[in-house]
């Protein structure tokens, strides 16, 4: 009834109205918050070391503790100045509670003294980067022969990536060519056709450098990627299979500048560049801020009103996290902050093309599908329990971008059903294990 | 006397009879559009909007009419906001028919009465997606918007 022509909820991928001011404005730096919360475990069974205790005095870049232990530990540093106030399990974005440290500031933001990788003295530049923070996959990394660093915005309300590369271009290409350098491993940047400015920027940026090349490609891909070639390492590892997929890795531009950063100018992962887009928010805009900030200290910094704040995400509207509340962290690898005013309709007054219906074989699931999957026999497997037909037709294969649920027009929950899925053939630690925003190195 | 317009609007007209209805109102109330999309999100940041109409005197619903009923985005909103017990409230309504005005009228007078307000009057606009909105219905819906302040004035609570 919603439209001229009543039969199906239409919907398209149109960025929104702020789309093209946010790309074209300079990012901003936030100021360092009052206080943060570190978390020290990506998920509640994880192992972690912790350096401090209640009433220590820290600085900014201090080492607080680690994510794992031994040798695959990845630092956490403190990201403002100020003095430890708890210790103790705090809430996270992605699982309910896990290890943390909060840090009240005292506003001086001291840092400590950086130091880079030749005075560091640290022989090799994988130890240093893990040592700095920087959140990789650096168990496998020097098996990587292909680096795939993805510049294409899956999420269409955020630009974070566009607008680093035409800030930070420079910074970018380098430290592809530092994580590239001690393998001597190729790269390769993924550009949507449309990100044409881009595509200039790093053109003239790789004309120098032989070893890494430009790829225009037709449609974006989803963050999520990465953890699928993760799986499949792990599934072909327990049945002792090896296929080139080994040796290819996917990473973010963000991650880059920080090797940069650290490898020059020993500054360690502290700082988090975001796209905070919504109706909540009165500038959208991308902005550099410290790690662990409190999502309503971004929120309230972005202008906008936490009163009427009502559904806020870490990550985009398609993909990201939906928050139970505003005082938990930002954590490293999250692309953006998604918050919105919204209202809860009455059941009953929404009109029928509102509620979910039973599924027509439209197929539009099958076309948006970026893994070539087919959605709605997943789902109706999933529904009817038949776990093991759909994993048997790629339940697993799934990037859970929640695509063929945004173009459903019977608004089936066809995500969901396939989380279920998952989550019922895997018990519970299925999703924990498809966590894009896992920062422990693999 | 502050007041307060709250409506949705999908192809515009309603946008029209609201701006009628400010017009009528002086000029002087702040204006909320509920510009949501199917999921109940708001598209764009609009700096007025607030849950809370407790600073309010004087409050116009206004929306269009959807299965012979209040666009749910409106009954949500109404539903869902705060400090409107005691207020005085009026509505209005664009929608393609003359016929569905009553059902309207009673869907809308019942659910303000549920949150204990009083409706002071209620304007329908007969539109057909477009065509039938004259200048003459603005004109009617912008003395409608001043015959209500005139009655607030004077103290006569108009029933239905």
Same mark, same amino acid.
């Given at each position: 009834m919603d439209g001229l022509i009543p039969t199906f909820r239409r919907r398209e991928r149109i960025p929104p109205i702020e789309h093209e001011q946010m790309l074209n404005s300079p990012s901003t730096v936030m100021p360092p918050p009052v206080r943060v919360i570190l978390p020290l475990q990506d998920t509640p069974e994880d192992p972690y070391e912790i350096f401090v205790a209640v009433g220590d005095p820290v600085k900014t870049g201090q080492e607080i503790g680690t994510i794992g232990k031994g040798d695959s530990a990845l630092s956490v540093h403190a990201t403002v100045s100020g003095e430890v106030v708890e210790v103790g399990e705090m809430f996270h974005p992605l699982v309910q509670h896990v290890a943390s440290v909060k840090i009240e500031s005292d506003g001086r933001d001291e840092h400590v003294a950086p130091v880079n990788y030749k005075d560091s003295g640290i022989s090799d530049p994988f130890a240093f980067l893990r040592k700095m923070g920087v959140p990789m996959g650096f168990q496998r990394i020097h098996a990587i022969k292909t680096f795939f660093v993805n510049i294409t915005e899956f999420e269409f309300c955020f630009n974070s990536r566009e607008r680093l590369i035409l800030e930070r271009g420079e910074r970018v290409v380098e430290g592809l060519r530092l994580l590239a350098a001690p393998t001597g491993a190729k790269a390769v940047f993924l550009v949507e056709k449309r990100q044409k400015n881009v595509y200039e920027v790093l053109k003239s940026f790789c004309s120098v450098t032989s070893n890494v090349d430009v790829r225009l490609v037709s449609k974006p891909y989803p963050d999520t990627l990465r953890e699928l070639i993760r799986q499949k390492v792990i599934t072909d590892q327990e049945n002792g299979v090896q296929s080139p997929v080994h040796q290819t890795m996917v990473i973010n531009p963000d991650l880059l500048v920080a090797i940069h950063d650290a490898y020059y100018h020993g500054q360690p992962f502290i700082n988090e560049f975001l796209s905070i887009v919504g109706s909540a928010v009165r500038t959208p805009q991308n902005v550099w801020i410290r790690t662990g900030t409190l999502l309503s200290d971004v929120i309230r910094y972005a202008g906008g009103? &936490?009163? +009427?704040? %009502? %559904?806020?995400? &870490? $990550? $985009?509207?398609?993909? $990201? %996290? @939906?928050?139970? =509340?505003l005082e938990v962290p930002v954590i490293r690898k999250a692309r953006g902050i998604y918050a919105a005013i919204a209202l809860t309709f009455q059941e009953e007054r929404k009109s029928r093309f509102y509620r979910r219906g039973p599924c027509v074989r439209c197929g539009k699931c099958v076309d948006v599908c970026p893994a070539g999957l087919v959605p709605n026999e997943l789902a109706d497997l999933v529904e009817h329990r038949c776990f093991e037909e759909a994993k048997n037709q790629g339940l697993f294969s799934c990037l859970e971008c929640g695509l063929c649920y945004y173009v459903? @027009? =019977? &608004?089936? @929950?066809?995500?969901?059903? &396939?989380?279920?899925g998952k989550l019922k053939l895997k018990g519970r630690n299925s999703l924990l294990?498809? +966590? =894009?925003? %896992?920062?422990?190195s693999y | 006397m502050k007041a307060i317009i709250i409506y949705c609007s999908k192809t515009g007209n309603t946008r029209k009879v609201a701006n009628a209805i400010q017009s009528g109102l002086g000029g002087r109330a702040d204006v909320i559009r509920l510009d949501l999309n199917n999921d109940g999100l708001l598209r764009q940041f609009c700096p007025d909007f607030k849950f809370d109409l407790a600073d309010y005197e004087l409050i116009f619903f206004g929306g269009w009419t959807m299965v012979m009923k209040m666009h749910p985005f409106l009954t949500a909103y109404i539903q869902r906001c705060e400090n409107i017990k005691g207020k005085k409230v009026a509505g209005f309504a664009t929608g393609g028919a003359i016929f569905s005005k009553q059902h309207a009228v009673d869907d809308f007078t019942a659910l303000v009465e549920s949150r204990g307000a009083r409706v002071l009057d209620f304007h329908y606009v007969t539109t057909l997606l477009g065509p039938l909105l004259t200048e003459r219905k603005l004109v009617q819906a912008k003395q409608f918007a001043q015959g209500i302040v005139k009655r607030y004035k004077e103290g006569k609570i108009y029933n239905l």
């Amino acid at each position: 009834m919603d439209g001229l022509i009543p039969t199906f909820r239409r919907r398209e991928r149109i960025p929104p109205i702020e789309h093209e001011q946010m790309l074209n404005s300079p990012s901003t730096v936030m100021p360092p918050p009052v206080r943060v919360i570190l978390p020290l475990q990506d998920t509640p069974e994880d192992p972690y070391e912790i350096f401090v205790a209640v009433g220590d005095p820290v600085k900014t870049g201090q080492e607080i503790g680690t994510i794992g232990k031994g040798d695959s530990a990845l630092s956490v540093h403190a990201t403002v100045s100020g003095e430890v106030v708890e210790v103790g399990e705090m809430f996270h974005p992605l699982v309910q509670h896990v290890a943390s440290v909060k840090i009240e500031s005292d506003g001086r933001d001291e840092h400590v003294a950086p130091v880079n990788y030749k005075d560091s003295g640290i022989s090799d530049p994988f130890a240093f980067l893990r040592k700095m923070g920087v959140p990789m996959g650096f168990q496998r990394i020097h098996a990587i022969k292909t680096f795939f660093v993805n510049i294409t915005e899956f999420e269409f309300c955020f630009n974070s990536r566009e607008r680093l590369i035409l800030e930070r271009g420079e910074r970018v290409v380098e430290g592809l060519r530092l994580l590239a350098a001690p393998t001597g491993a190729k790269a390769v940047f993924l550009v949507e056709k449309r990100q044409k400015n881009v595509y200039e920027v790093l053109k003239s940026f790789c004309s120098v450098t032989s070893n890494v090349d430009v790829r225009l490609v037709s449609k974006p891909y989803p963050d999520t990627l990465r953890e699928l070639i993760r799986q499949k390492v792990i599934t072909d590892q327990e049945n002792g299979v090896q296929s080139p997929v080994h040796q290819t890795m996917v990473i973010n531009p963000d991650l880059l500048v920080a090797i940069h950063d650290a490898y020059y100018h020993g500054q360690p992962f502290i700082n988090e560049f975001l796209s905070i887009v919504g109706s909540a928010v009165r500038t959208p805009q991308n902005v550099w801020i410290r790690t662990g900030t409190l999502l309503s200290d971004v929120i309230r910094y972005a202008g906008g009103n &936490i009163e +009427n704040t %009502r %559904r806020v995400t &870490i $990550g $985009g509207a398609l993909m $990201g %996290r @939906p928050q139970f =509340s505003l005082e938990v962290p930002v954590i490293r690898k999250a692309r953006g902050i998604y918050a919105a005013i919204a209202l809860t309709f009455q059941e009953e007054r929404k009109s029928r093309f509102y509620r979910r219906g039973p599924c027509v074989r439209c197929g539009k699931c099958v076309d948006v599908c970026p893994a070539g999957l087919v959605p709605n026999e997943l789902a109706d497997l999933v529904e009817h329990r038949c776990f093991e037909e759909a994993k048997n037709q790629g339940l697993f294969s799934c990037l859970e971008c929640g695509l063929c649920y945004y173009v459903c @027009p =019977s &608004i089936v @929950p066809l995500v969901e059903l &396939i989380k279920l899925g998952k989550l019922k053939l895997k018990g519970r630690n299925s999703l924990l294990v498809f +966590n =894009s925003y %896992r920062t422990h190195s693999y | 006397m502050k007041a307060i317009i709250i409506y949705c609007s999908k192809t515009g007209n309603t946008r029209k009879v609201a701006n009628a209805i400010q017009s009528g109102l002086g000029g002087r109330a702040d204006v909320i559009r509920l510009d949501l999309n199917n999921d109940g999100l708001l598209r764009q940041f609009c700096p007025d909007f607030k849950f809370d109409l407790a600073d309010y005197e004087l409050i116009f619903f206004g929306g269009w009419t959807m299965v012979m009923k209040m666009h749910p985005f409106l009954t949500a909103y109404i539903q869902r906001c705060e400090n409107i017990k005691g207020k005085k409230v009026a509505g209005f309504a664009t929608g393609g028919a003359i016929f569905s005005k009553q059902h309207a009228v009673d869907d809308f007078t019942a659910l303000v009465e549920s949150r204990g307000a009083r409706v002071l009057d209620f304007h329908y606009v007969t539109t057909l997606l477009g065509p039938l909105l004259t200048e003459r219905k603005l004109v009617q819906a912008k003395q409608f918007a001043q015959g209500i302040v005139k009655r607030y004035k004077e103290g006569k609570i108009y029933n239905l």
